[in-house]
Structures are given as structure tokens and as C-alpha cells.
């Protein structure tokens, strides 16, 4: 029994590591593929849930998924009402791996046909380029899971005389729940859902548990995947943690509905497929989950404003969406660099524009440029992480605007904190009219993004450097005739200077912005 038992062991052992092995190696494969049906798919929740659905099918894990997510949620990707489609999606797609062992996994047992092929695959591994040793990877993936249900089947089977339907908690209400929290807890603690659907297949198929029992330990099982969601949030945004609680919240409610309607579901199932058919208790799972989506779907609305109630508004940190997470996916982590870019040019871009059209408090606010440079400090060493590939020309071209953006932020911050030039420009004649249209653009950017703005600032740079040298000489003849004193001048073409770097910097800004918004907005990979 020993032999048995370690065996039973050691296959859930190998089942779970090709589980990550396969994810892994599908998530590099289709790592663009990925982002660009995430994004460009997720415009509602009906759209959001089938490209949640297929991604999930593909990568073969929920979890990677969501984790996926709530990074691009953090990084701006996509808003936190587009994920909840995703999240309906995601526990369809998951179901997948169900079907993969029920069909080809019990029924076929292909553990003896993997043994060869994870040769082929690991000298795919090591012979191969980049591309043919990650094909390697997901087939090594594919017959570690069939080499473990084979030994998963093979330990479970001596256990049929003693782990029997009778040994579990009965088929009543409160047996259930006890076998819904087991459920749970395995995968709490082996941190895959489909590692243990699997298991809860092989006890079916064995006569181990019954239809009921397999699937109250399935409904646990869901419930239980959310935690790595959770576990995803620590430390990231507001629109992080909604996501995470909305996909728990979304899990409880369909596994509640799916517990209820339990008894009756698998009664139904139990008269159409033959006793202890794994492809009975894989139905119950994806029929509770679509279920679940179809029922969600038209409320998709309210309970995104149900969530933003449990989590309300606060004041987020201009660089919360510099997820460390993200590096491994480059566009992704450019997009949270774009992100958070976005936020410190619109405070910059406030403040410098209420002062220039005469709105800002006049005692300039410290905290703020504090807060700012520390951001900027964040930035740049998130943006130093970032490893463009040098082959692929969208991502370098993304990061260097972004850097360039950067740069002019940082010297737009300096010149915004040099307050004592603004009352020279708005007091002169012919520089007044040039700082409140400034001004006026700048507020303009700060508050609704007008893709107009860079063109606009360019034309003001053209003409108040065309202006420069004309008021300069009249500031020096004004000098001579008496009109101005030397400090007058001196104060006037200081605040010229200050006036024609600050609208060089705000044009640069706003023109990389433009860039990268073009890039990003490309959304072919």
C-alpha cells in the first residue's frame, strides 16, 4: 500500500509540475498573442469573457490568466470593467483541462506513448532554437500530465477497498460543504485548480467518490483558485484589489449557485452518462461556470458597482501601476511606464498651468514637487529594469520615447519650481498673452487629454521663438532709453528663457506622449 500511496503522490507530484511547465512554455509562445486579444477584445463583458475564455484555453490556467489581468488592469491596460469579462471567461476556459484529462487522460491512459515523446521533447529542449525549444517545453508539459494521471490511476486504484464513497462525508447538505471546504484547501495548497479537478477525476473514475461528492470537491476547487489572485494584489492599485475581490466575489456566487442546485444537477447528469464517467463530473464544471457567465453578463454593471462600493476611492500613488510583475512582459511594463508618465505630466501640467493662468494658489506647493520627484526617482528605475528586445522594433522605439518623455519631465519639474518668474511674464505686455495661453493648454492637458495639444504647443514654441530675439532688443533699446532698469531686463529675459524651455519641454512631453500612445495603440504583434 506504501508503493501505492507514494505513487498516488508522485503522479500529482508530475501532473502539477507539467501543469507549470505547460503554462509556462504556452505563456511565452503566446505572450503577444495574449496581450492582444486581452486588450483588444475586452470592450465589453460579453467580448471580455470570450477572449478570458480562449486565453485560458490556450494557456491552460486560470490563475496565469487572472494574474495576467490584474498586472494589465495595474498597468492601464484595460479598465477594471473590462475585466470582469475576463473573468467570467477565464473559469469557462479553465474547464478545458478537465476535458483534456477525462478524454484523453482516463480514457485513453497515454502515460506509455509520453514516455518517448518526453525524450523528443527534451531534445527539442536542448537541440532546438528559442522558438522549437519552447514547442519542446509545452509537449514535455503535455506528457509529464499524462505520465502523472497514469501513476495518479495506478496509486489510486489500491485504495478502492478502503477511500470509498461511504468513508467521505455523506451526500447531505452538511456533507457537502465539509467536502467543498476540502476541496478548497487542496488547492490552497497546491495552488492549481486543475491539478486537483484532476485528482477529483481519477477518485470518480476509481468509485472513490460519487457525482455528487466529485463535484462538491470541484465547486471548492474554484472557490479555491482565487487565492492566487489575492496573493497577485499585494502592493498594487486600487483597480488591482477590485479586480482580485470582484473574481473572489464572482467565484463564491457561482460556486454558492452551483452548490444549491448540486443535488439536482448531478442526478440529471448521472442519468445521461455511465456510472462513474469523468466526462459527467467535467460537465457539471463547465455547465455551473457557463452558467455562472450567462447569468453575470446582463449585471455586469451593477456589480462592477458593487465592487467599487466594497473598495472605494482614495487618493492612488502617481506610480502605482510600476508593477514589478510586469518586467518579464515588456510592452506591458512600457504600457505601466506610459501609465504613470501620464499621471506625473498631468499634476506637472496643473500646477504649472494654474499658475500661468492665474488660478494656483500663490504659495507654491512643496509637498506636490516632492511627491513628483520621488515618483519621477520610482519611474526611472522601473524604466532602467525594462529589457527591450533590441530585434523587435516596436518595443524599442516605445521605450526610447518613453525615456525621452522622461527626461523632459524631469527638467519640466525643475523649471515648474521656479515660481518667481511667473508674475514677470503675466506683468509684461508682450509676454502675457503667450504664459496664459500656456497656461490655458496646460490645463487643458492636465484634465482631458486633447490629441490636439501637441500641435498646438509646437505652434506657440514656433512663435514665441520667433519672438525672442524682437523682444530681447526691445527690452536692451527700452534699457537705453530709460524705460527699463538694468534688473528689469535682466528679470524680463530670465523670464523669456524660462518661458521658451518650460513650452520646449511641455511640447516634447506632450509629442513623445502622442508617440507612444500611436505604438501602443498598434496593437498587432
Same mark, same amino acid.
Given at each position: ?123 527539442? @529542449? *536542448? +537541440?532546438?532554437?528559442?522558438? /522549437?525549444?519552447? &514547442?519542446?517545453?509545452? !509537449? %514535455?508539459? =503535455? ?98 484589489? @477590485? *479586480? +482580485?475581490?470582484?473574481?473572489? /466575489?464572482?467565484? &463564491?456566487?457561482?460556486? !454558492? %449557485?452551483? =452548490? ?105 506647493? /512643496? ?159
Amino acid at each position: 500500500m506504501n508503493t501505492h500511496f507514494l505513487a498516488l503522490l508522485g503522479g500529482t507530484g508530475i501532473f502539477l509540475f507539467g501543469m507549470f511547465v505547460l503554462t509556462d512554455a504556452l505563456r511565452q509562445l503566446a505572450n503577444a498573442r495574449m496581450r492582444a486579444v486581452l486588450t483588444r477584445f475586452t470592450r465589453s463583458p460579453f467580448s471580455g469573457a470570450v477572449a478570458g475564455m480562449f486565453t485560458t484555453a490556450i494557456i491552460q490556467s486560470s490563475s496565469a490568466t487572472m494574474v495576467t489581468v490584474i498586472s494589465f488592469v495595474g498597468a492601464g491596460l484595460i479598465t477594471f470593467p473590462q475585466a470582469l469579462g475576463v473573468i467570467y471567461g477565464a473559469n469557462i476556459g479553465t474547464t478545458i483541462t478537465g476535458w483534456i484529462v477525462a478524454l484523453l487522460g482516463l480514457k485513453l491512459s497515454l502515460e506509455t506513448a509520453a514516455l518517448p515523446l518526453l525524450l523528443v521533447a527534451s531534445l527539442m @529542449r *536542448t +537541440a532546438g532554437n528559442a522558438r /522549437v525549444a519552447r &514547442i519542446g517545453l509545452v !509537449l %514535455a508539459g =503535455f506528457c509529464l500530465i499524462f505520465i502523472g494521471l497514469g501513476m495518479m490511476q495506478n496509486g489510486a486504484a489500491v485504495f478502492r477497498d478502503w477511500l470509498t464513497p461511504q468513508s467521505l462525508p455523506a451526500d447531505t447538505w452538511l456533507g457537502r460543504f465539509y467536502l467543498l471546504l476540502l476541496g478548497a484547501v487542496i488547492t490552497l495548497i497546491i495552488q492549481s485548480s486543475s491539478a486537483g479537478v484532476a485528482m477529483a477525476l481519477v477518485l470518480y473514475s476509481a468509485g472513490s467518490v460519487t457525482l455528487a461528492q466529485g463535484a462538491s470537491l470541484i465547486v471548492g476547487m474554484d472557490v479555491g483558485t482565487t487565492a492566487t489572485a489575492l496573493l497577485a494584489t499585494f502592493g498594487g492599485s486600487r483597480n488591482m484589489r @477590485r *479586480t +482580485a475581490v470582484a473574481h473572489v /466575489v464572482y467565484n &463564491i456566487i457561482t460556486g !454558492l %449557485a452551483a =452548490f444549491l442546485f448540486l443535488g439536482a444537477i448531478t442526478k440529471a447528469l448521472g442519468s445521461v452518462f455511465a456510472a462513474n464517467d469523468p466526462a459527467a463530473l467535467v460537465t457539471f464544471h463547465s455547465l455551473f461556470n457557463i452558467l455562472g457567465a450567462v447569468l453575470m453578463l446582463p449585471v455586469s454593471g451593477p456589480f462592477a458597482r458593487l465592487i467599487i462600493a466594497l473598495i472605494p476611492s482614495e487618493n492612488d500613488a502617481l506610480t502605482d501601476a510600476l508593477d514589478r510583475r510586469l518586467l518579464p512582459d515588456t510592452l506591458a511594463a512600457l504600457t505601466a511606464v506610459q501609465t504613470t508618465e501620464t499621471r506625473i505630466a498631468r499634476r506637472i501640467f496643473g500646477a504649472m498651468g494654474g499658475r500661468l493662468s492665474g488660478t494656483a494658489h500663490a504659495a507654491p506647493d /512643496v509637498s506636490s514637487d516632492a511627491e513628483v520627484s520621488v515618483a519621477l526617482g520610482e519611474l526611472e528605475t522601473f524604466l532602467s529594469a525594462i529589457k527591450a528586445d533590441p530585434d523587435q522594433a516596436r518595443e524599442t522605439s516605445l521605450f526610447s520615447a518613453l525615456l525621452h518623455e522622461t527626461d523632459h519631465l524631469r527638467r519640466l519639474l525643475r523649471r515648474s519650481q521656479a515660481h518667481e518668474f511667473v508674475p514677470v511674464l503675466l506683468s509684461d505686455r508682450k509676454l502675457r498673452r503667450a504664459a496664459l495661453v500656456l497656461g490655458g493648454l496646460l490645463n487643458r492637458a492636465a484634465q482631458d487629454g486633447d490629441r490636439t495639444i501637441p500641435q498646438r504647443l509646437a505652434r506657440l514654441e514656433q512663435w514665441v521663438n520667433h519672438r525672442t530675439m524682437q523682444h530681447r532688443r526691445a527690452l536692451l533699446l527700452g534699457e537705453h532709453a530709460g524705460i527699463y532698469s538694468l534688473p528689469e531686463v535682466f528679470a524680463h529675459t530670465d523670464a523669456l528663457r524660462w518661458l521658451q524651455r518650460s513650452l520646449h519641454h511641455a511640447a516634447r512631453i506632450t509629442a513623445y506622449q502622442a508617440e507612444a500612445r500611436t505604438l501602443l495603440e498598434n496593437r498587432t504583434p
